[in-house]
């Protein structure tokens, strides 16, 4: 049902035309939205939340918004076995990746480091994903 939500809103913009809505307005919101409600529906049901990944959200000098979805991106890809809808994730974020950037594609490297659980990168995600959603 979630993936015929995405397919439903694009069918409707391309049969209302152009200028009808901001496109790339909906083409950020819907895949936003959508991984918000992922990430808060699978935090406490996520089989291996004491896993360590590394926490790209603890040293973020560049505060590059596209840099930190593309590595989180990276992280949520490498952990898709810990739940199903890990992948739905994935693919969210690599539509708003691809929105927003033409140079960075998923998944992009995250150099090791300081690591953090999965629970806890969880968490940052959805603070990362509602910072985002708020200056849209």
Do not use: Y
């Not at 000098?61 to 994935?90: D, M, P, R, Y």
């Amino acid at each position: 049902m979630s993936s015929s939500l995405p397919t439903l809103l694009a069918l409707l913009v391309l049969l209302a035309g152009p200028g009808a809505v901001p496109t790339l307005c909906l083409q950020l919101s819907v895949p936003l939205m959508e991984s918000i409600r992922i990430v808060n529906d699978i935090q406490g049901e996520v089989s291996c939340v004491k896993m360590n990944v590394t926490d790209i959200f603890a040293d973020n000098k560049t505060n590059n918004k596209t840099e930190l979805l593309c590595k989180a991106s990276t992280i949520v890809w490498e952990s898709q076995h810990c739940h199903k809808n890990l992948q739905g994730l994935f693919l969210n974020m690599r539509q708003l990746l691809n929105a927003s950037s033409t140079s960075l594609k998923a998944p992009c490297p995250t150099a090791a480091g300081n690591t953090t659980s999965m629970e806890k990168f969880l968490a940052d995600l959805r603070t990362f994903f509602h910072q985002l959603a708020k200056n849209k």
